[in-house]
């Protein structure tokens, strides 16, 4: 079955640190591959896809994510963490196959950074 | 724009009644989805409409049923309405077909069933 993982239900990192937000998938091919971020209250805003090409994407708020495909992984990632980076992040795949647009939702994980 | 809209932002239901939570979009997309959140659960896909004239179950559909009234309006219907449909409701959009475009999610409906 396709799923997505993220294992980590939430990270803690401190202001100024680096983070990662780690998420691995299972899918058969390779899919397109998204973030999504989600303020309380609030619905998912787009953060960064990879479709294909390097490995290493950037995105909005000064996010990156690198895809690695042995591991099949897609990792977020941010140099340095701010205090309203703290948000409930999303991993989420498009399978390849098929025509229809479906995305394919990890569970969550929350980012707290503490000033 | 207004992107991705929905009505109402808030409801209360009581075991059995039946509602329906409507989306509308300006975004000219194709595809148009209803995902349900839960805690611990991510979102999970209820209903998608990959054109305008089509619908197809998601992963959770029982329960539901959505109309597709024409290219910017997707509502969903519950018929009778139980305490495990308490969740947040979002509708989301985006070109659909092949593309690798983002969905466009609007700011959700919070439903209580008691």
């Known amino acids: 079955a396709q799923s997505v993982a993220q294992p980590e239900d939430q990270v803690n990192v401190a202001e100024g640190n680096p983070l990662t937000v780690k998420c691995t998938y299972s899918?058969?091919?390779?899919?397109?591959l998204f973030w999504y971020v989600q303020y309380p209250n609030r619905g998912l805003q787009f953060l960064l896809k990879?479709?294909?090409?390097?490995?290493l994407v950037k995105g909005s708020y000064g996010f990156e994510a690198e895809f690695n495909k042995s591991q099949t992984s897609f990792h977020l990632k941010k140099p340095s963490a701010l205090v309203s980076d703290s948000a409930l992040y999303f991993c989420?795949?498009?399978?390849?196959?098929?025509?229809?647009?479906?995305?394919?939702f990890g569970t969550g994980t929350l980012l707290a950074v503490q000033p | 724009n207004a992107g991705v809209t929905q009505t109402p932002k808030f409801q209360v239901l009581k075991t059995g009644q039946s509602m329906t939570l409507q989306c509308a979009q300006d975004?000219?997309?194709?595809?148009m989805y209803w995902y349900r959140q839960d805690p611990g659960m991510g979102l999970r896909l209820i209903y998608y409409s990959a054109s305008e004239g089509t619908t197809d179950k998601g992963e959770v559909p029982n329960g539901y049923n959505v109309s597709r009234l024409n290219k910017r309006e997707f509502s969903l219907r519950l018929e009778s309405a139980a305490p495990s449909q308490t969740s947040v409701y979002f509708c989301?959009?985006?070109?659909?077909?092949?593309?690798?475009?983002?969905?466009?999610f609007g700011p959700g409906t919070r439903l209580t069933v008691l």
């Open positions: 990879y479709i294909t090409g390097d490995n």
């Open positions: 975004m000219n997309h194709n595809s």
């Open positions: 989301a959009g985006n070109s659909g077909g092949y593309s690798y475009n983002e969905q466009f």
């Open positions: 989420a795949v498009r399978p390849l196959r098929g025509a229809t647009n479906k995305l394919i």
């Open positions: 899918v058969s091919g390779n899919p397109y």
